[in-house]
């Protein structure tokens, strides 16, 4: 099977069709997209502590505050995967970089503790980068299913899949210490750096295969994947499988640092470990599954194991702090080992043409357990106690087992 795919569409491809060693420039613009994005997600959360005492806010109010940025890609994700579908990759994800750096550097001047942010104004905010950044997984998704052939898309999209753990690692490593330091104003100024320096890469760089985007009239046939079950199933599947991931992600600083008396270096590890950890394991899922393995049996094993080890952080709640941060970090590595092939296996059901609404979809339902987790746990621990927080969390990723359809032969 040849290595450039094409979508579906009546025209001619031009003679200048650009070569198909591209796509793999194509392929480290959309990791470098999904990183940037990723280290603002996962790195804000991470300044956690730092934050809840700036800004004076209880953990509850902490939590909600968090999880708007969840919130903000939910509301978005399909919208940005129809209009991706509709209007093309580049113009999509480059109006995604630009806005959402724009967000932050507002944020920046007007959002910071020492300008008096409530709850409201900063979740306002972190909704907006959100709901701008969530265009980021559609259109840099269906760039990569455009120019990588079925033999090769599972590698790939766990590739761009692993830019979310290696882009978190980042913004845990940078923003918390920055955060402390010189505060949340320059913490607003890197991440949109890191956005803007992006979009100009994307701007130079991101080309189309050969052939122009699909017209609604040149689409593919059949019904839309906002319509298909299997589709729903997978995307659903993720989305409990998200709860263990932002389980770890949100509150191991806060638990390390309540529980255990831990510092942020405590927190830094699990996380770090945690995402690089889970990335690698992409990556090598995204490989077994081109070279025949099913991609729901994998996503089906990988529930398993992350229920498994959350089960086990909830039995070691009590253990010595590094018996406890170990345990957090195998947890966190199960539970971001599923994206490259949920993500891919929704976007080739869907078809090249319709993947970014498809994207679009399992990225709704994805950051919606995204916002609905951080917001739910700190409830779940005031009426219950740490150990139960890790048990529901283990419980979600179980039930994403028999929800993923059965194993598709290709």
């Known amino acids: 099977m040849g290595a450039l795919v094409t979508t579906a ?31 603002m997600f996962s790195g804000l959360p991470v300044t956690g502590v730092t934050m809840r005492a700036d800004y004076g806010f209880s953990t509850g109010q902490l939590g909600f505050v968090i999880g708007c940025l969840g919130l903000g890609v939910a509301a978005s994700d399909i919208v940005w995967g129809l209009l991706t579908d509709r209007f093309g990759d580049r113009r999509i994800l480059l109006t995604g970089l630009i806005s959402t750096g724009s967000v932050l550097v507002a944020m920046a001047a007007v959002a910071t503790p020492a300008d008096g942010t409530g709850v409201w104004r900063l979740a306002g905010f972190l909704f907006a980068a959100g709901a701008l950044g969530g265009s980021v997984n559609g259109s840099s998704g269906r760039a990569v299913m455009t120019w990588f052939s079925d033999a090769e898309r599972g590698f790939a999209m766990s590739v761009r899949q692993t830019a979310i753990p290696v882009g978190g690692a980042v913004g845990v490593a940078v923003l918390p210490p920055v955060a402390s330091a010189y505060g949340f104003r320059a913490a607003y100024l890197t991440l949109a750096a890191f956005l803007l320096l992006t979009a100009a890469a994307t701007a130079r760089w991101l080309r189309a295969p050969g052939e122009p985007a699909p017209t609604p ?21 993720g989305a409990l499988l998200t709860v263990p991931q932002f389980a770890v992600l949100s509150f191991a600083g806060i638990f390390l640092h309540d529980a255990k008396g831990a510092g942020a270096a405590a927190a830094a590890v699990a996380v770090v470990t945690a995402q690089l950890g889970g990335g690698a394991l992409r990556i090598w899922t995204g490989r077994r599954s081109d070279r025949g393995g099913d991609r729901r ?85 005031g009426a219950t106690s740490w150990p139960v927080v890790w048990a529901a969390a283990a419980l979600a990723a179980l039930a994403a087992v028999p929800l993923t359809p059965g194993a598709r032969h290709r």
């Open 217 to 237: 009239e040149a689409a593919a046939s059949g019904p839309s994947p906002l319509r298909r079950w299997d589709v729903w199933r997978v995307a659903l599947a």
């Open 297 to 381: 049996t994998y996503i089906r094993v990988i529930g398993v194991v992350a229920a498994v080890a959350m089960a086990a952080v909830a039995v070691l709640t009590h253990a010595p702090t590094p018996v406890a941060v170990l345990a957090l970090a195998a947890a966190g590595v199960a539970a971001n080992a599923w994206h490259g092939v949920a993500y891919t296996e929704v976007a080739v059901l869907a078809g090249a043409d319709r993947a970014g609404t498809a994207l679009g979809l399992a990225g709704t339902t994805i950051f919606a357990a995204g916002f609905l987790t951080p917001l739910l746990l700190p409830v779940l621990h």
């Open 9 to 39: 569409t009546t025209a001619p491809v031009p003679h200048t069709t650009v070569r198909p060693r591209h796509r793999w420039v194509v392929l480290a613009l959309g990791v470098a997209a999904q990183a940037a994005f990723s280290a």
